[in-house]
């Protein structure tokens, strides 16, 4: 496959995993493409809990379960109607997830290229959670970023450390199939803008 080919099949996913767990070394060599992503300074600020436990994926997607519903509290009658039917997370039945951290202090008090924009670390991580996406698409695998949570309560519950920040739940899982279009799409929530509407010439 292509990465061209793997960007363009990508999808967020929620209801298509079959809940086979992936096999411990195609997870190896989806973390390796992670590791290998491009980081500020050489600093590879990221890290990666792996969590299979299904108590703690059953208390986790409770977590989320409630983060959902005060979300879905907060829209207009008409938008809630168009959100009640998304599916936001598949973290039990991918019987994976990844927690993706960020570390700001990796790499010391002087990180070359950081000192002007300090975003570039978490930026770091953030490419490896795309290196990761599309590894797991090569290797047929699905990944969904579950964002519904309180950042301290992840924290929590996979003993992250002071000072490092969970930026992503990942689930990751075998897939019946990759939808051919976003979810987002597909169930009228927002449409995706086209390329020329994107791109700028000299200025924006």
Avoid at 43 to 53: A, E, G, K, L
Avoid at 94 to 111: K, L
Avoid at 184 to 193: D, H, S, T, Y
Avoid at 195 to 200: P, T
Wanted: net charge negative; proline share 4%; aromatic share 10%.
């Amino acid at each position: 496959m292509s990465v061209y080919d793997a960007i363009r099949i990508r999808r967020d996913v929620r209801a298509e995993y079959t809940g086979e767990v992936v096999a411990d070394d195609v997870l190896r060599r989806i973390l390796d493409a992670a590791h290998r992503a491009p980081s500020v300074g050489n600093s590879q600020p990221w890290d990666f809990v792996v969590v299979r436990d299904k108590g703690v994926l059953a208390t986790f997607a409770g977590h989320v379960a409630e983060q959902r519903q005060v979300f879905a509290d907060t829209l207009p009658p008409d938008r809630a109607a168009t959100f009640d039917p998304i599916k936001i997370d598949g973290i039990v039945e991918s019987g994976t997830g990844i927690v993706v951290t960020y570390d700001h202090a990796r790499g010391g008090r002087h990180v070359l290229g950081r000192q002007t924009v300090a975003d570039t670390g978490v930026f770091s991580a953030v490419l490896a959670i795309q290196n990761l996406w599309l590894a797991a698409v090569a290797e047929g695998v699905g990944v969904g970023w579950v964002s519904f949570y309180d950042e301290r309560f992840l924290s929590d519950l996979v003993a992250v450390p002071a000072g490092v920040r969970p930026i992503a739940w990942l689930c990751v899982g075998s897939v019946a199939e990759f939808q051919t279009a976003p979810d987002l799409e597909r169930f009228g929530w927002r449409a995706g803008r086209p390329l020329d509407d994107a791109v700028h010439w000299e200025q924006f």
